[in-house]
């Protein structure tokens, strides 16, 4: 009797009982051949069909119909998609400033297609492998436990070194295949069995106690860790080479190229591989391994049509690691939305930490404030619209008081909506004020600070206007005809709108515009003195 046998019956002491170990013995009684009742023996003539029908076939259908078989057993069933990761689904779109969506009936059924797909290709990777040439090193018993085994597994934790258990609704894919780790792991199972020699076993209390437990998961961990780079020798290593995968082109050499080196990245998946490069580009930056070949994967950015979609690493949570900065940020420059990216990044994740902080009662402090309020720059995301997030945050906050710390101004003379503001007195205003309605400035008593947008649009005359000194959103003053009597503010953070305008004489721009300068009216420049910069555009049609 073998010991790889016996050590089978010990890890699955019901194995011996199942349908398909049954079959096999009616089989042989119906051909007059010895059956027996010992465990032991039962799984060996198992194994033996094991390797009958997962070999070396000339018909690749044979292969493709057992994979089918394990597909309906161990891939997720539609049903068994939990609500919580479609709830998860709209949880990131938030993050990333989408607001609150409806994840309807079909994007339900697209998003559980992906993960079925995803968990499907994930699962033959493994039966190809095991079942190819390259594993026949390996007795049947060890390759047979390694897959029972890894079926039990959903992702692996970077930071905990560990994978998490799988169930019945886990949406994540099969554990990613390394070649690599996988040997090491069965080659030091079956030298233990056998009573061998295991190679740096004896020094090394960490890996005795891992054989000891015999425990598949934590061994594959082990030797993922042991196998990857980390942070303090491979990933020091930040020379490489930038790959490009095309829209629209083949995912396969994608895929091929992330598997086995977990990056923690979905697009391992070939399903989501696939509709990633269907949406645009898709660029990895792959540093030198010791042969000096560009393979292991650091970054990748994801473009959706000639936007950049997202930037990942393979930190944990897939943030970049400590090292590879500098390359990122050489790349990004290469895209016309690198910049406004890494912003719209790093205020998402910002406005996450802020918000979380909000729930849990922590207290905000003067700096998240002055990014909530936005006084340094507008709080941008990836939606369409303003991030819904800030404005719940804000809703019950003492806004007053709140601004009163931020600009050293007494409650008294902050404004906070358009009937205060017009009560003259006030210093600053925080938010909007809209008076496209007025046609006449006449007591007109506006805020020394506007910290958003001013609309004064259906002003015909500046006579009597006085406007702030500040205003930090857009300034609309396209229906003055005339810049006579009129008094710019020294500062405007947005647009200024005088389309209106047909004479420049008696006009003084502001010195700094934070974006765009709209005179389209003009029909002379005589006396025009533009501002020394503009951050945006110039419209002098």
Not at 209 to 217: D, P, Q, R, S, T
Not at 359 to 378: A, M, R, V
Not at 414 to 443: C, M, P, Q, T, W
Request: glycine share 10%; net charge negative; hydrophobic share 30%.
């Amino acid at each position: 009797m073998e010991r790889g046998e016996q050590f089978l019956h010990q890890k699955f002491s019901e194995l011996h009982t199942t349908e398909p170990v049954e079959r096999e013995q009616e089989r042989k009684k119906r051909k007059g051949e010895e059956v027996s009742v010992k465990p032991a023996e039962k799984i060996a003539d198992f194994l033996e069909v094991i390797k009958k029908t997962h070999g070396h076939h000339e018909d690749p259908r044979v292969l493709e119909r057992i994979k089918k078989g394990y597909h309906k057993e161990y891939v997720i069933a539609p049903e068994d998609v939990p609500e919580s990761y479609f709830e998860l689904q709209k949880r990131l779109a938030r993050e990333q400033g989408h607001g609150d969506i409806e994840i309807t009936d079909e994007m339900k059924e697209q998003l559980t297609e992906v993960i079925i797909a995803d968990q499907e290709s994930t699962l033959d990777n493994w039966v190809d492998y095991l079942s190819s040439p390259d594993a026949d090193a390996y007795p049947m018993w060890v390759r047979y436990w390694a897959f029972r085994s890894m079926l039990r597994l959903s992702s692996y934790d970077k930071e905990k070194k560990a994978f998490a258990k799988r169930r019945k609704d886990t949406v994540a894919p099969f554990p990613d295949l390394n070649r690599e780790a996988l040997a090491y792991v069965v080659d030091a199972i079956d030298k233990k069995i056998q009573k061998q020699d295991i190679s740096g076993a004896a020094d090394n209390p960490e890996l005795q106690a891992l054989l000891k437990g015999e425990n598949f998961g934590k061994l594959y961990a082990y030797a993922i860790e042991k196998v990857t780079p980390d942070d303090k020798n491979e990933f020091l290593k930040t020379v490489g080479e930038w790959v490009r995968y095309e829209q629209g082109s083949d995912h396969m050499p994608l895929v091929q190229s992330l598997q086995g080196h977990g990056t923690g990245w979905c697009t391992a998946g070939e399903s989501t591989a696939q509709d990633q490069l269907q949406g645009g580009d898709f660029y990895v930056y792959y540093s030198y391994d010791k042969s000096g070949k560009p393979t292991i994967p650091r970054v990748a950015i994801r473009m959706q049509e000639n936007n950049i979609a997202e930037v990942r690493g393979v930190a944990p949570d897939q943030n970049l690691d400590p090292y590879i900065g500098e390359v990122v940020d050489k790349k990004l420059k290469e895209f016309p939305d690198g910049e406004e990216y890494k912003k719209k990044t790093s205020d998402m994740k910002r406005l996450t930490e802020i918000e979380k902080r909000h729930k849990d009662g922590k207290e905000l402090g003067k700096d998240d404030l002055g990014f909530l309020y936005e006084f340094k720059s507008n709080i941008e995301g990836f939606g369409y619209e303003r991030d819904p997030r800030i404005d719940e945050i804000l809703e019950n906050r003492d806004k007053k008081a709140d601004i009163s710390l931020l600009t050293g101004y007494v409650k008294e003379q902050i404004s906070v909506n358009n009937e205060e503001g017009l009560r003259g007195g006030f210093k600053f205003h925080y938010g909007d004020i809209f008076l496209f309605d007025f046609e006449s400035a006449e007591g007109l008593k506006l805020p020394e600070t506007v910290s958003g947008n001013l609309d004064l649009g259906g002003l015909k005359s500046a006579e009597g206007l006085k406007l702030p000194e500040t205003v930090s959103g857009n300034l609309d003053l396209g229906g003055l005809i005339s810049a006579e009597s009129l008094k710019l503010p020294e500062t405007v953070g947005g647009n200024i709108w005088l389309g209106g305008l047909i004479s420049a004489e008696g006009l003084k721009l502001p010195e700094t515009v934070g974006d765009t300068i709209g005179l389209g009216g003009l029909i002379s420049a005589e006396g025009l003195k533009l501002p020394e910069t503009v951050s945006g555009s110039l419209d002098l049609r």
